[in-house]
Structures are given as C-alpha cells and as structure tokens.
C-alpha cells in the first residue's frame, strides 16, 4: 500500500513568535481578513498581537469576529462574501477550532464560486487565499490539517472539506495565547489532541512518521494528567507556561497525525453527541475512546499494546479509568438516541478509515457502554 | 526563542510507489532531467522504474548520470548547462546523498544564473526547478531537506547550500531500491541517519517536533543492530525487506529533523575525514558521534539522558561501544592531520549550531580519541 506525509504549513513556535515574525505576513499579500470569534481572541490578546504585527508591516485589516463554535455554512459564505467585497488577499484566522476550521473554507470560497451541494465535494479548482494560523487553545491541530468542519444541518452531522488547499500558509503558536483557559476547556481540548494522536494509531493510513509524532503527543498528554487531575480537584488552575506549551505542542504534532491518517470511528461517533447533545468536541472524542480501544484490543492486542505502552498502560480499560476520571460525571443517552446516531455514523468515511471497522452492533454497544458510568 | 518546523515535500511511500503515481510527474513539468550516478541506480531498478513512470505519462527526458560521490561544484555547473541547453522542466534524482544533493544544485542553477563565489551565499531570486527525487539509500535524508551538500576545493572541505528552494517537490520512498546495498553501506548509511536523528537532539535548534522524530528514529535504528552486527560477522546480507523499509523510515525521519534542527560539531568534524582522507560520510559521523557524546554528557547530562533512553542506555560509552563494534577497524590519523581538522572544523557554522560547543581543545581531545581503539 502506498503511504504518504505532506503538511506544507510553515510553523513559527515561541513566545511573541507573532510580533516578532511580522515579515512572514508581509509575504502573504496587502490587505488581511481577520476571522475570529466574538470574545476570547480580544481577552488573550491573540487580536492585538495580530494587530500589531499586521500594522508593523502597514498592511491594512478588516476583522470578521462572528464565528461561533461550530461553525455553519452560512458563516462561512458571509465571512467569504466580506473577503470578496474588500478585496482581501489573505487570511488570518485566531482562535480554537472553529476559526480557524471557518477561515478555511472562506479562504477557499473567496476565491472560487462554489455552491453549497458541491462544497463538500473535495472537486476544487486550484486556488486559495493565503492563510496565517493563530491557534488559542490545545487541541484541534486546524493549524496543520487541510481540513475544515463545518456544521452540516441537512446531513444532520458535522462535515469535512478536505483539500490540500487548505493547508495554512503559515502557523503562529504562542502558548501564552492558552494560560488563561479555564480547567474544563483545557482538559477538553487536551482530549480531543489526545483522541487525534490515539486515532491516528488505529487508522488504515498510520505510517511509520505518524506514529512517530502520535507516540510523543500521547507521552506529552500523560505528562500533563497529574497537573489535570489535581487541576480538578482544586478547582484551579495549576498549569504553568512550560506545560501549556507541552499541550500546544502536543495537539500540533496531533494535527500533523490526522494531516496523514484522517480520523477514526471515534470522530465519527463523536459528531452526533456534539450536533444533537451539543457535548464539547474533544469530550465526546474522550468519552468514545476508551470503549473503542477496548474494541480493537479484542481484535488487534497488538496495536493497542504499541499505544498503552505510550502511557504505561498494558490493559485499554486502564486507559479507559484515566480519561473518565477527567470527564467526571456523564451525559445522559436514550436508546432511540443511540439508534440514530449509529445509523449516522456507520454512513461516515471515518468508520473506512479505521483498521478496526465496526459494525452496527459494534456502534451500539460503544454507544451505551460509554454513557454506563 | 522562535522555533519552527518546515517541510513542504510531499513523501509517497511504498513498493512500487513511483509507477503508481506517475501523475505526480505530470504535474511538475513537461520534460525531464534525470541526474544520477553512473551504476546503481540502473543496476537496483529504480531508474528503470522511473523511465517507466515518465513514458506512462508522456514526458520526455534527458539523462545526466556523471554524478561522483561528494560530487563537485563543476559538476552540478555541467548538469544545469545541460539542463538549460535542453530546456528541461523538472529535475528528477535517483540515487544516495550525492545525486539527490547536485540534483538540487542543478535545479537551482538551471533558471539563475549564480556565480561559483556567491553559489554559497544563501541569497537567490524565488525560483527553482520542479524536483522529483528517489532516494535508494537510506541514510542521507536529503530527500526531505533543504540542503546542497557539495565538495568545495577552495574551502577544503564539504560546504552546504542551505535553502527553502532546495526542498523537493515529492518524494518517492521504495525500500526495493535498497535490497543490493551491501553490508558496509548500509551500517554506514544507518549511521548516517542515527547521526542526523542524534544532532538534532543537540541542536541548539531542537524543537519537540524534531525530538519526536528524532527518538523514533533512534529507536528503529536500534531495532536493526542485532542484523546488522550477524551481518557483519557472517559477512552476508540478512536485512529483509521490513528492515530495509524501517531504515529507510528511520532516515527520512532523521532528514525531516536536520531540516529543522542543521547537524552539530559531529559534521563540522567529520567532513574533513570525507575531504581529506576519503572515509566515508556516514562512517565519518559515526567515528566521531560517541566522543561528542562524551563530551556533552559531561557538560549536559540531561541532554544525553534523554538519547541515550531511546537506545536503553544510562552512559554515552555504552552507545561508542556499539558504533565501534558496527564500524570494525579504525584508520590511522596523525597529530598534524588533526591541528588541520580542528581549524577546519572550528570555522564551520555547525559548531554554533551545537548546544554544548567544543572548543579547539575539545575537538583536538575529540579527534584523537575517536581514532584510539
């Protein structure tokens, strides 16, 4: 089988690393498009370092900061139909997931003419805005992914444009944009990193590369978990900047796993539980994981045993205690809710892409073991 | 401090990866310069595959297979006039280090015109030639590198081009290649790769990216010993296909690292035995690489800890011990020979590079005992 590794994005790591790298976005065009969210890119003072390198350069900036989490497709077109109307050359997204996931498919739709029935479809011509990356919490690896997720209401799921057009340009990763994450968003996000690192192991396309970086991220989450717990006991927050840094770090290389093996049936069971139940992404990752390792150790010990020596485990139910521990008390799920969100997930690319495909009655069982506390 | 991680070539990986995607030839040109070596590359198969892959898409092309090993400044001169002359699209290299390297070289000089006392200097217009490359040992990692390693008279020694231009567009990784190599190129090679993967975790530009690939590759070289020290004693070939492909792995990863982190002393070192005494690269770096070790765990014993873990090693002589065993009997070197070195070797940039950095002292100490058995 022929394997592959391509992730293009430029990646800048390091205290100030925006400010002090102001020329790398001169070299991206003159008039930038700043998508973000409402809220968090102004209070950890993401914006204003983007703003600052963007005028240090004197290249002029409109900001587009209506990008919920989640991001819907009709964000998406209004954000491009700004781009349009401004004639921006390029792109820069701040924040989690979601603006960065958005700032992809604008950058894409601002320069072609795509409707929405083939926006999904994978069939682009060949070009893009630039784009520069400023990722704010730990967790999604947007910054190194050609992917982006939007919130896809006909298909009742989160869906993936997937083209390697939508590789960043450029990366900025700054831990001290994350210090100020709360405990749940922290543990959440280190979850999700996590679940792509973990993912990437049990996909059909792992390489000897991926599993590489996946390794590394997993021993950094398990580095961090004792700060995590003692994080929650107390209530507060008990992470140091080195250790934020352990967590970008870790959900970079994550990104950079997923970049080359897509994701797994975890992902694709996850999607439900955050469109319907409206869970946090990297919490439903963390509350399917566990079940679906114990899944493949039946089938495959071998390969859960190469990632629970990543963590000092030899059994996946130890791992499956850990992560629980983390995500404390759980959601409720009914039966007629598994039922659909099985049918759902079993019609995902995702469950093609796991080494270990599970069937129907696979999904079911996950689906309720997993909410069984 | 900034840190970063770039490495835009795209690796395909696998048996028969090069005729499975000739469309990846297609898009980087209409006519091609092969450059290679005079022998192997005809005699392990792989030019002939991609002869194949370019007549499957109807590309024509030229062949340039003067390239020596360390090949010389006059001789990537003659590839690009050829080139040039021909009005070549996109450069294909097939072989070890030395093609992949004057390949980039020829590549660059095919569309500038750069005089041979500014070849080095770093400074180039934005523009390159398409690269393919094929490497068919498993050691130098220059498929995925931004680095020209070319022999300079002038200087004495081996000097590096060093830019972004230089990275390939795709790589082609078949492990097939690698089946022929005998005994003493491929423990050679393999060093090579282990000396990359080592450098880069004493690099003062060491980034927990590098270091992940670094520790993998470490370990995949350590999987391969106990075969290549049976090799060694019985005199006869007993790598099989899996290992020639782990090596392979193990020096691709090792390249994507020196692509961030540059090599150390242990280079700067170890091209004057290469310049002046005609030992082979990776030999070279393997002579020197436990002395160098020594030395940092004497001033950073951290640092060498964390090496030395990846190989289930508490002491840096425990790794020289093994090196020793894989290189056999030693070369004489005298007193003046070394006072040479060491003024060649202290003027290299690699030695900044080097988080602990010897001094004329230390490389002379370093020199002389890498020579006592």
Redesign the interface.
Known sequence: ????????T?????KD?IT??SELLRALGKKALIVTGAQSAKRNGSERDVKTALESVGIPYLVFDKVMSNPTISCVYEGASLAKENGVDFIIAIGGGSPMDAGKAIALLAVQAIEEESLFSGHYENKVLPMAFVPTTAGTGSEVTQYSILTNDKAQTKTSIASDLLFPTVTFLDAKYTEHLGVITTINTAIDALSHAVEGMLSVRA???S???A???IQ?FMNCVPDMLQALQSGSEVFDLQQRE?LL?AS??AG?VIAQTGTTAVHAMGYSLTYFKNIDHGRANGLLLGEYLKLVERVQPDLTARILAAMNFSRAEQFQKLVNKLLGAKEKISSAEIEQYCKLASQTKNIGNSVVKPTEEDLRTMFTQSFAN
Chains 1, 2 share one sequence.
């Open positions: 089988m022929t394997n592959k590794y391509y992730m293009p430029r990646v800048i790591m390091g690393c002090e790298n390489s000897m590369v599993n590489a970086l390794v590394s991220c950094m352990q770090q970079l290389m950079m």
